[in-house]
């Protein structure tokens, strides 16, 4: 199993444009989440899937949209880049219950 | 909503030397307390978690324990090991209602561990 996958690892954009970031896990997980990690403050909580076909919004949604595509794929996406959304993104699933979060390894991302 | 605060946000010990982490919560609704660990340029991976029905759980070197009434628990490394530095992050969750795991994280402390 790959666990959870991000695509792309890097990647730098220009003030205003667009990108999305893929999110995939293998492990029949029903939740998923994204969040954000600057210096200093943590993982903070963009938007969530409780399960396929819902989202909610986290606690740092703006200027963010997500897509629970199926079970497997949750993208992120940045309709109008901004500087203040350069950071590193991590998606994470998890079965349910207590059960651990799964994180997968992180895109980094900066807008210039 | 649930704030976590963690503290030290840095901390540099001697190989062989314990490290003390610890974060205090503000939801007293909170029962689920994860502690993850962050290599450079990885997610992070959850090492040890604790329940609000446990005072205390032990996994080799690592411990966690959790004082409800003062709303604060701490991670225990013991013997520590240069493979032991990261950014370590402690989470806590009310697991109920429409919390869907949820977690919120404290800030983070960077562990280094000098041989």
């Known amino acids: 199993n790959a666990g959870v996958t991000q695509t792309p690892k890097f990647q730098v954009l220009k003030t205003g444009q667009s990108m999305t970031l893929q999110c995939a896990q293998d492990?029949?997980?029903?939740?998923m989440y994204w969040y954000r990690q600057d210096p200093g403050m943590g993982l903070r909580l963009i938007y969530y899937?409780?399960?396929?076909?819902?989202?909610d919004k986290g606690e740092v949604p703006n200027g963010y949209n997500v897509s629970r595509l199926n079970k497997r794929e949750f993208s992120l996406r940045l309709e109008s880049a901004a500087p203040s959304q350069t950071s590193v993104y991590f998606c994470?699933?998890?079965?349910?219950?207590?059960?651990?979060?799964?994180f997968g390894p992180g895109t980094r991302l900066t807008v210039l | 909503g649930e704030n976590v605060e963690q503290h030290p946000s840095t901390l540099s010990v001697q190989e062989g030397d314990s490290a003390v982490i610890k974060c205090t919560y503000s939801?007293?609704?909170?029962?689920?307390f994860p502690w993850y660990k962050q290599e450079l340029g990885k997610g992070p991976q959850l090492i040890i978690d604790?329940?609000?029905?446990?005072g205390e759980k032990k996994d080799q070197r690592i411990a966690v324990t959790l004082n409800k009434t003062a709303k604060h628990f701490s991670l225990h490394i013991t013997e520590t090991q240069p493979e032991d530095s990261a950014v370590y992050f402690c989470?806590?969750?009310?697991?109920?209602?429409?919390?869907?795991?949820?977690?919120?994280f404290g800030q983070g402390t960077i562990l280094t561990v000098h041989p």
């Open positions: 604790i329940r609000s029905n446990v």
């Open positions: 994470a699933s998890r079965a349910g219950g207590y059960n651990e979060q799964f």
């Open positions: 899937s409780a399960s396929e076909g819902t989202t």
């Open positions: 939801d007293s609704a909170s029962n689920y």
């Open positions: 492990m029949n997980h029903n939740s």
């Open positions: 989470a806590a969750i009310f697991r109920g209602g429409t919390s869907y795991g949820k977690l919120t």
